[in-house]
């Protein structure tokens, strides 16, 4: 059974494929304005010698720096598409993500590490603010993200207590504010109950998730999906959850 609407998801993703259409010569532009430094370009000219340039060093980190930005909303719009699950306007202190039917709400990053350690206080504090508002009573809220830094699968949802260097402390533990990893997260998203559970329903859910946007991104504009290549990155992800 799928887990999107293959309509909607192609228009998603035939939006999200045309944003790199021009990639390489929005890269170029931002690298005239941002200051780069030589040390840097240096270490890889000793390693690779004359072959190496510069240019196509600093246009490779520009256009994958903007690639993760684009693929973290994606993510989030990704979940957009499920019936009960809303993408909230960024901004204004509000959650990435709402689902009244679960009662969950969520700050969603592409990564664990995406945000500094510095910042997890700022998403704690965050969700315990919006917790706190009415609309929100009776929520559980969640630092979600995507990868894991290590390859690993997290087995359930953990209490979310970032430490605080300036106050050298962690956030007190609350069992409404928790963190989970992707797998989790599409666990419960895909899950068929209406009220918060423990989210093992669906345990690879993430994987059909995967599966089903690739197949688009091939797809779109008259493409097709090479079973090896799906394989292959299927098997990446895969190799992303590792269970102990």
């Not at 684009?70 to 979940?79: A, K, M, P, S, V």
């Amino acid at each position: 059974m799928s887990i999107f609407n293959k309509a909607k998801l192609d228009l998603l993703i035939e939006e999200f494929v045309s944003k790199f259409d021009d990639e390489e010569d929005q890269a170029l532009k931002k690298l005239k304005k941002k200051t780069l430094d030589p040390l840097i370009f240096s270490l890889d000219y000793k390693k690779r010698g004359e072959d190496f340039r510069w240019e196509e060093a600093a246009t490779y980190q520009a256009i994958r720096k903007a690639r993760e930005n684009r693929i973290g909303d994606l993510h989030e719009q990704l979940f957009d598409l499920l019936p009960d699950w809303e993408r909230m306007p960024h901004g204004g202190s509000q959650p990435d993500l709402v689902c009244d039917s679960k009662k969950y709400i969520v700050e969603l990053k592409s990564r664990e590490d995406t945000p500094k350690a510095s910042d997890k206080p700022v998403i704690y504090d965050s969700l315990k603010a919006n917790l706190d508002l009415k609309q929100y009573e009776g929520y559980t809220a969640v630092f979600g993200h995507i990868l894991n830094s290590s390859k690993k699968a997290m087995v359930s949802p953990e209490l979310f207590t970032p430490s605080d260097a300036k106050t050298k402390s962690r956030r007190p533990a609350n069992n409404k504010i928790l963190r989970m990893d992707g797998r989790l997260l599409w666990s419960l998203a895909t899950s068929k109950s209406k009220t918060p559970i423990s989210p093992y329903e669906n345990p690879n859910a993430i994987i059909s998730v995967y599966g089903e946007v690739l197949d688009s991104i091939f797809r779109v504009n008259g493409g097709t999906a090479d079973p090896d290549m799906m394989s292959t990155l299927l098997g990446l992800q895969k190799a992303n959850f590792k269970l102990k």
